[in-house]
């Protein structure tokens, strides 16, 4: 899309959005005492355990709660389950802006699970902060309503297969990936990383979510000889397919997107994880750094029977960047205002990132950058610094 182009289509959203605010549209949600805020995730199901991101949303909303509020209202986040299923997202969603009569969106898990709702939230005018997914279609070009600080798979897939080629020092890469928008952006990431200066994948292996032997698809690596395996999955999957290494007396190197990143593979996994070396857009939850002992400071108080990880701590970071953009839009709270702040934004790297955050009205993608890290003796080290390779 042309720059031309897009300025009218951000002029057209802007202009129809102050019509429906002058006929008091885009103000539900908000009271003189609350802000009401949607999102939803796998609660129950195989995939719960990414029901930590919004576990560590709310555990933030409670300690800005704590404080004030904002503008002197509370923020109540109202979590629905789809149990991963895209399927059932568009009615959960439905729920909320509907039902509900959420302000806006934030979060919210899944690349299918969001595509499912990406027109009817846009067709709604709700702004919609951090879509839990690294897809570009979220970002490229800029989406009206939508603002991001997930990096973008592709940007992290050219990164691990770099780093597979260069400090593994592995000749033939392999992907298991799940066989949709999520894992089809990660092939297209890992494809660009190894180049021209390599021979490209030697096998890329799809699953479905419904896939519940991989059996063959492990067998599929082995007899490929490949030395190195990216995984592009949810946890319960990548476990599985390192299950049937197992079995297979196989052990190539293994690599993994963000999605991997939480300790909870520990637990899934054990020590056939060891030396896996897998992608972050969060500092070490672990750490001394300023973000993660305050991530841990809240969690602590306020969610702790919830397990922390990286999953948190990103869930904190996309309610963070939200808040933030309320109490900048003022005590007079629409959605038109909430959008132009978020367009004008700019934020030092005082926050649960570690890094500065800019949004414009030309760019709706405050933040590319992963930094890669691998787990040694239970927990994560990292291996490098910040690369944005967008």
């Not at 950058?369 to 080290?381: C, H, I, Q, S």
């Amino acid at each position: 899309m042309k720059a031309t182009e897009r300025r009218g289509v951000l002029l057209g959203v802007v202009l129809s959005l102050w019509w429906l605010s002058a006929c008091g549209g885009p103000d539900v949600g908000v009271t003189d005492e609350e802000i009401l805020i949607g999102t939803w995730a796998p609660l129950t199901g195989p995939s719960a355990a990414l029901s930590a991101f919004p576990r560590g949303m709310d555990a933030y909303f409670q300690q800005v709660n704590a404080q004030g509020g904002i503008h002197g209202r509370t923020v109540r986040l109202i979590i629905k389950d789809d149990g991963y299923d895209p399927s059932r997202t568009p009615e959960v969603v439905r729920q909320l802006v509907e039902d509900d009569e959420v302000y806006a969106i934030c979060g919210g898990i899944g690349t299918a699970n969001s595509l499912a709702v990406k027109d009817y939230l846009a067709n709604r005018f709700v702004p919609w902060v951090n879509p839990g997914s690294g897809s570009r279609v979220f970002t490229v070009p800029t989406q009206g309503t939508i603002f991001s600080t997930f990096p973008s798979y592709v940007t992290e897939g050219r990164i691990l297969a770099r780093h597979a080629l260069d400090a593994l020092g592995a000749e033939k890469v392999g992907l298991f990936y799940q066989d949709d928008s999520f894992g089809h952006e990660g092939q297209e990431g890992v494809t660009l990383g190894l180049g021209d200066v390599h021979r490209g994948l030697e096998v890329a292996v799809p699953y479905s979510l419904n896939d519940e032997d991989l059996s063959t698809h492990a067998q599929q690596f082995k007899d490929a000889e490949v030395d190195a395996v990216i995984f592009w999955s949810t946890p319960p999957k990548a476990a599985a397919l390192i299950s049937e290494f197992a079995k297979l007396e196989y052990q190539p190197k293994l690599l993994a997107s963000q999605v991997l990143s939480d300790p909870v593979m520990f637990e899934l996994v054990g020590e056939a994880w060891e030396g896996a070396v897998v992608a972050t857009g969060v500092p070490d939850p672990n750490s001394n750094e300023p973000a993660a002992v305050r991530a841990r400071e809240i969690m602590s108080r306020y969610a702790p029977d919830v397990p922390y990880g990286a999953y948190t701590l990103m869930g904190m970071s996309w309610a963070e960047v939200l808040a933030e953009g309320i109490r900048q839009a003022g005590p007079e709270l629409t959605r038109v205002r909430l959008i132009y702040t978020l367009e004008n934004f700019q934020s030092s790297a005082d926050n649960f990132l570690g890094r500065a955050i800019r949004f414009s009205a030309e760019s709706h993608h405050g933040f590319n950058a992963v930094r890669l890290m691998r787990a040694e003796g239970g927990k994560y080290v990292y291996i490098t610094d910040w690369i944005d390779e967008s």
